[in-house]
Structures are given as structure tokens and as C-alpha cells.
């Protein structure tokens, strides 16, 4: 089996009690058979206290406390399971958090998602093109999984090629997977988002300032504030393109893959235009937590992630 991960990945480390948006709150958190039994096996109070908060229908999970937190996380934001016996107690879904695995024949390949702040920036302050790291045997690959990523790398190399702009790089990525977005303004996009399912008041009051005020928008105005940290708009488009194009192995829609990818780059850049055209400044933090909100409103949404697939299918192109 091949391993592949970005060269960046090895880097990443959890915040713990110092992240502002902790992801021990806010999510349903189920639990593993496996790991149910161990926490059935924990003696001692802390083992009493650890299954009153455990739910065991419809499926194992964790009853969630006041403010949607997870009953084991301390006012420091600490988890009390890994104070008391290590990380090796965490169940499978609290283990892999945030990564982020896509599965084809022969290999695995993985990376860390954006909705995690530490994460977020860990890939946005990456000013070298990504490589693609690869531990483990090769074992034989079906032809068509070869020629997805033989287009994967192709696209790759678009969206990192520092000789074009970004801009022309999206396009080259668009036209080498016979994609085309469809001929929505950038306004009719707003609300095309905000009619998806939606958890953050904060990321409804985003789009709607941009559906409001989208006359503010000044690309060329925040490509400029931002020269020399271009590398970070292409960071996004990479990791986009990383973390969904492989998925086309399952439904063969390569182009819907390539077409969001590029569509969710150019709205976090017109957010960013906004934010600029309103204070003066967008910094790195700023653009970070702009991913982190999409992220976790959109990619953690396999309802919102068709919606957006179905929209972007080159058959209803205009």
C-alpha cells in the first residue's frame, strides 16, 4: 500500500488549550465499537464518569454539554481523557481529526483540513510549491486510477506554476479537465451559498455582506496589498485540489472537481477584497480563519458538497 501526503503534513500539531476554535465543540462525536470497549473496561471513577456521558443509541456518542461541548473538555479546553491515560484513549474520530483521507486501489492519501485553525495556517504560510510525499510499497494500480493521476499531477503543476498569475493558473487547471464555471456573478454565488445548509451565524453575515456590497469587491486592489504572499491564494487552490480530486476515481466527474476547487479559491479571494476594501488590511491570520469557516461550512457537509458538485457539472454549464 502507498502512503502519499503533502510534505507539509508531518509539520502539523494540534493547538490544544490554545485554540480559539476548539473542535471538541459544535460536532457530534461518535465512538467506535473498539474504543467503546475500552472505555467499558475503565475502572474507577473516572470510568463512571466517562459512560454517564456516553449515549449508546442510535449509535455510540458522546452527550454533549452546555454550548454543544464535549462533556471531557475542561474549561481550559483540555481534554480529560488524554490527562488521564494519553492520545492512545481518543476514539478513531477524535484520533484523526482534522485529517483527511481519500482511498483508491494501491494507495491512501492524506492531508489535514483547513476547518482546523493550526491547520489552516500550517498550509497558508507555505511559501514553496507542495510535493507530494509517498511511504510504502507500490502495488499494481488499475489503468484508470494511472490516468487520474496523471491529470492530477498535470493540474498540480498548473496551479503551481509562478510564472503565470493566479488567475491564468485557474484557467489552465479549468480547461486541462474540460471544466467551465458557470456564467454565475460573483453576487448570484453569494446566494447560491447562502442557501446551503448553514451552522456559523458568522459565516451568513460573510456572505451576506458580500451579496449586499459585492460593488466593493476589488481583486486587482487586494492582489497588489498582497504581492508576495501570493503563494498563499495558491496554497488554497492546491490543497482544494488535493483534497477532492482523487474522489472523480468514485463518480468520474474530474472537471466538478477542478471547477470547485477554483470556484472556492476565487470566493475566499473576493471575501479577502471585501475585508480589504472595508479595514485597509487582510492579513494571513485573516485569510486563515476566512478558509477555516468555509471549510467547516462546506467540505464537513456532504449536503452542501453535492449541492455545489451538481451546480459546477459541466452538462449545466451556460
Known amino acids: 500500500m502507498r502512503n502519499v501526503y503533502p510534505d507539509y503534513y508531518p509539520r502539523f500539531h494540534c493547538l490544544a488549550g490554545r485554540c480559539r476554535h476548539t473542535c471538541c465543540a459544535g460536532w457530534e462525536i461518535d465512538i467506535d465499537g473498539d474504543t467503546l470497549a475500552v472505555y467499558d473496561a475503565i475502572p474507577g471513577g473516572m470510568g463512571a464518569r466517562l459512560r454517564a456521558v456516553i449515549a449508546r443509541e442510535p449509535a455510540p456518542h458522546f452527550v454533549l454539554a452546555e454550548g454543544e461541548r464535549c462533556p471531557l473538555l475542561n474549561e481550559e479546553n483540555l481534554c480529560e481523557l488524554i490527562l488521564y491515560g494519553g492520545e492512545e484513549l481518543l476514539c478513531q474520530i477524535c484520533r484523526d481529526h482534522p485529517r483527511w483521507r481519500s482511498f483508491l486501489p494501491g494507495r491512501t492519501e492524506t ?3 483547513l476547518c482546523c485553525e493550526a491547520a489552516a495556517k500550517l498550509i497558508l504560510t507555505q511559501t514553496e510549491p507542495v510535493r507530494l510525499c509517498a511511504e510504502g510499497d507500490t502495488e499494481e494500480e488499475p489503468e484508470e486510477v494511472w490516468a487520474l493521476l496523471r491529470l492530477r499531477e498535470a493540474v498540480l503543476s498548473a496551479a503551481q506554476d509562478r510564472s503565470l498569475p493566479l488567475e491564468a493558473r485557474m484557467e489552465n ?3 486541462l479537465c474540460g471544466a467551465a464555471l458557470p456564467h454565475a456573478a460573483l453576487r448570484r454565488w453569494a446566494e447560491f451559498y447562502l442557501a446551503l445548509e448553514r451552522l456559523d451565524e458568522r459565516w451568513t453575515g460573510i ?3 458580500l451579496r449586499e456590497n459585492v460593488e466593493l469587491v476589488d481583486i486587482t486592489e487586494l492582489q497588489n ?3 508576495g504572499r501570493e503563494h498563499e491564494v495558491e496554497q488554497l487552490l492546491v490543497y482544494f485540489l488535493h483534497r477532492h480530486f482523487l474522489t472523480a476515481y468514485d463518480d468520474g466527474d474530474a472537471a466538478g472537481k477542478a471547477a470547485f476547487a477554483v470556484l472556492s479559491t476565487r470566493l475566499l479571494t473576493a471575501l479577502g477584497a471585501l475585508f480589504y476594501a472595508r479595514h485597509g488590511h487582510f492579513t494571513t491570520d485573516e485569510l ?3 478558509a477555516r ?3 467547516a461550512e462546506v467540505e464537513y457537509s456532504q449536503e452542501n458538497l453535492d449541492a455545489l458538485f451538481d451546480a459546477l457539472c459541466p452538462r449545466e454549464t451556460v
Request: hydrophobic share 45%; proline share 0%.
Open 111 to 113: 492531508g489535514v483540513g
Open 288 to 290: 486563515a480563519e476566512y
Open 173 to 175: 487547471v479549468l480547461a
Open 225 to 227: 496589498y498582497m504581492t
Open 207 to 209: 456572505l451576506t455582506d
Open 293 to 295: 469557516l468555509y471549510s
